[in-house]
T-cell receptor, first 115, second 110 residues
């Protein structure tokens, strides 16, 4: 297994456009998380899945954000009508249960720039 | 509400100068406290998990400790390659999500 994979690595989009990111977790991990990180800050929780069920979504997340994890495998995060404030690094992580001694494994992230 | 605060925000050390990073937390039932290392432009890399007060974990020049209210990451005789941002995060018994602090950016000069 090569770890958590995120695509694309970088995305530049014009304000108002929709964007979609993909995350492929470690195959045996049942939990998948999305985080957003801006410069100089720690990752901010967005949402997480256990298998295909979305268990929690941050109340700070606007309705423009939606995430799916069909069949409990890969996940997609879509941002509709992007705004400049959406510019950030979007991180995906996966775990078996609540992480345990191996923690949560993060991908390299997708850097979004909204111009 | 679960909260994590890290200090200092930034730390500059000379090579070989030992120091400690602090992580204070409030959580409704700690399920685990995690330390991560993050290099610029990359995702966080797992270092340690601590579960209960008094627990310690070590890896090379790093040692993590845990009390009921805070955790420390001790760096002994650091090298320039230890320069990175160190993130602390907690998971509560009420939820499965990691809550992160803002991180401490460490710079080790040769």
């Amino acid at each position: 297994d090569t770890g958590v994979s995120q695509n694309p690595r970088h995305k530049i989009t014009k304000r108002g456009q929709n964007v979609t990111f993909r995350c492929d977790p470690i195959s045996e991990h049942n939990r998948l998380y999305w985080y957003r990180q801006t410069l100089g800050q720690g990752p901010e929780f967005l949402t997480y899945f256990q298998n295909e069920a979305q268990l929690e979504k941050s109340r700070l997340l606007s309705d423009r954000f939606s995430a799916e994890r069909p069949k409990g495998s890969f996940s997609t995060l879509e941002i509709q009508r992007t705004e400049q404030g959406d510019s950030a690094m979007y991180l995906c992580a996966s775990s078996l249960g609540t992480g345990g001694k191996n923690g949560y494994t993060f991908g390299s992230g997708t850097r979004l720039t909204v111009v | 509400e679960d909260q994590v605060t890290q200090s200092p925000e930034a730390l500059r050390l000379q090579e070989g100068e030992s120091s400690s990073l602090n992580c204070s937390y409030t959580v409704s039932g700690l399920r685990g406290l995690f330390w991560y290392r993050q290099d610029p432009g990359k995702g966080p890399e797992f270092l340690f998990t601590l579960y209960s007060a008094g627990e310690e974990k070590e890896k090379e020049r790093l040692k993590a400790t845990l009390t009921k209210k805070e955790s420390f990451l001790h760096i002994t005789a650091p090298k320039p390659e230890d320069s990175a941002t160190y993130l602390c995060a907690v998971v509560s018994s009420n939820t499965g999500k990691l809550i992160f602090g803002q991180g401490t950016t460490l710079q080790v000069k040769p």
